[in-house]
């Protein structure tokens, strides 16, 4: 079924937020200056950027000149730098992925991160270890769409994990296929797979 979700598109008064335009699978999408975080095409709008920035970088005042000259030699730094590949942000990443692991085993709706989990953990982490450790909590990305994407990331590994064993399987593998239906009401494919799994 067809996306009937609204296509935003980037505005410059965007850039008073903190943000540069970024560009993902065609779509306008927002990276933040300060973090390198970028935000889905969804979440281009004032009150979502202004929320990013209220939250992980509340101590961060500029001016609008100074904004901008930030934002232009963010705009000059290298590829790698630019699109969030940066070695320091490997153990958020993997955060990332783990919380998103756990709200998919428990079946928890994908906001559940960004508006319980995250706070709880950065309330416990500041109480604890400080305001520093609670601004390393802050950049772990949570998000919706970010949770969605781990999840996804994860699902076609596992996919990929197990067609790999069964083509290294030395007999052939035996398919069934049946048909259900999720909470949604909608159809879903389901096939049982038996094959030999070589121990490792």
């Known amino acids: 079924m067809a996306s009937t979700s609204k296509k935003r598109k980037w505005n410059?008064?965007?850039?008073?937020?903190?943000?540069?335009?970024?560009?993902?699978?065609?779509?306008?999408?927002?990276?933040?200056?300060?973090?390198?975080?970028?935000?889905?095409?969804?979440?281009?709008?004032?009150?979502?950027?202004?929320?990013?920035?209220s939250n992980?970088?509340?101590?961060?005042?500029?001016?609008?000149?100074?904004?901008?000259?930030?934002?232009?030699?963010?705009?000059?730094?290298?590829?790698?730098?630019?699109?969030?590949?940066?070695p320091e942000s490997k153990p958020m990443v993997q955060a990332s992925f783990e919380v998103a692991l756990k709200i998919?085993?428990?079946?928890?709706?994908?906001?559940i991160g960004e508006e319980l989990i995250k706070p709880c953990a950065e309330i416990m982490v500041r109480n604890v270890l400080g305001d520093k450790a609670k601004r390393e909590i802050s950049k772990i990305s949570l998000s919706n769409n970010t949770v969605r994407r781990r999840i996804d990331d994860m699902a076609a590994d596992v996919c990929n994990q197990v067609c790999q064993e069964i083509r290294a399987s030395a007999f052939r593998a035996s398919l069934q296929?049946?048909?259900s239906t999720d909470i949604a009401n909608q159809s879903q494919l389901i096939a049982f797979v038996r094959y030999e799994r070589r121990r490792r």
């Not at 005042?61 to 290298?78: H, I, M, S, V, Y």
Request: charged share 30%; hydrophobic share 25%; with cysteine.
């Open 12 to 53: 410059e008064t965007y850039q008073q937020y903190g943000f540069t335009k970024f560009s993902r699978d065609g779509l306008d999408a927002a990276q933040c200056i300060h973090c390198s975080t970028v935000l889905a095409n969804c979440s281009l709008k004032p009150a979502k950027l202004s929320h990013h920035q």
């Open 104 to 111: 998919a085993e428990r079946k928890k709706a994908h906001t």
């Open 56 to 86: 992980l970088h509340p101590n961060i005042e500029l001016t609008e000149e100074d904004l901008e000259a930030k934002r232009k030699r963010f705009d000059k730094q290298g590829t790698l730098p630019t699109y969030g590949f940066q």
């Open 177 to 179: 296929l049946d048909e």
